[in-house]
């Protein structure tokens, strides 16, 4: 049997205010940089008050990244610069690849309870493809397959693959995998994963187990007040964990349901240049998308592909 992988970092996602003056929790961002290679940023959006999401995030650039939103509740208008718009709702999913750059803008709206929420990952693109024709695609909830396996577990397969069923976003060049997986109590989750990407998971809903270990005391936890040294292997609502290098992870419940997104992709192991929205592999091409941004040479393609 493949070997396990064993937890190697858990974050607790942390209050931050982004676009307009959006309230949101981020996993993972900046200072992580490589850790999470080859994603940047995670953020959960999750927001009750209308007047903490509602500023949204109005018009902005990207080049060199993929953004990837996935809304849970509430709905999410997004516009730009190629004269694409439209509207992500209840799982749906964006997979926007900026490539040579896009300027775009994403509203969020709540739904008739006021609630929203969703969660938006960066994905880094290789410097062969940081140029690439930007493109758009939007997957809707019925078009995501949902299997419920023997161990009682339920996913949601956006990209990847769980026993022979595919997900919808397919031909992405750090090979990722993006699933919703939703476990009632004294259910398990055994998955294979590809030697050498990074896997990581977050915790949206209840309390899981993600690891065969009787505790975490040995591995980071920031920050660490957040920890509930009682149950030093479960970990809840809000945590980020990145495991290490192995064949398969395992997730499994006791007396708490859990859902989780689990997440992985193929490492780039390049060197990041990165200010604000924009992702390059120097400064100086930092300073040139800057530049083009300022005069209104940023967009490269008239058309996304």
């Not at 390059?280 to 941004?293: D, W």
């Amino acid at each position: 049997m493949e070997k396990a992988r064993k937890i190697k970092k858990v974050l607790i996602s942390q209050p931050t205010l982004e676009g307009a003056g959006v309230h949101l929790h981020r996993g993972f961002g900046f200072r992580e940089v490589p850790m999470f290679d080859p994603f940047l940023m995670f953020d959960d959006f999750r927001q009750d008050d209308p007047e903490r999401y509602l500023p949204g995030f109005p018009w902005h650039p990207h080049r060199g990244i993929e953004t990837i939103t996935y809304m849970i509740r509430g709905t999410a208008e997004h516009g730009d610069s190629l004269g694409n718009k439209g509207v992500i709702g209840p799982g749906d999913v964006q997979w926007m690849t900026a490539g040579s750059g896009i300027i775009h803008q994403e509203m969020p709206k709540g739904g008739e309870d006021g609630r929203m929420g969703g969660f938006q990952l960066w994905a880094n693109l290789p410097a062969s493809q940081k140029m690439m024709n930007p493109r758009y695609r939007d997957v809707k909830k019925a078009d995501i397959p949902e299997v419920e396996l023997p161990g009682g577990a339920t996913v949601r397969i956006i990209c990847g693959r769980v026993g022979k069923i595919e997900g919808p976003v397919r031909d992405i060049v750090i090979e990722p995998e993006y699933l919703d997986v939703s476990f009632p109590p004294g259910a398990s989750f055994v998955h294979p994963t590809k030697s050498g990407h990074t896997v990581l998971a977050y915790v949206i809903e209840g309390q899981g187990c993600f690891s065969d270990e009787t505790g975490l005391s040995a591995y980071d936890i920031e920050p660490a007040s957040y920890f509930d040294l009682e149950r030093k292997s479960f970990l809840g609502d809000h945590s980020v964990i990145l495991f290490g290098d192995g064949g398969r992870i395992k997730v499994s419940t006791t007396d708490s349901s859990v859902r989780i997104l689990l997440i992985s992709g193929r490492p780039l192991g390049e060197p990041v240049a990165w200010q604000g929205p924009i992702v390059m592999n120097t400064q100086e091409e930092l300073r040139t998308a800057f530049r083009e941004y300022r005069n209104g040479t940023f967009i490269k393609h008239a058309q996304s592909g």
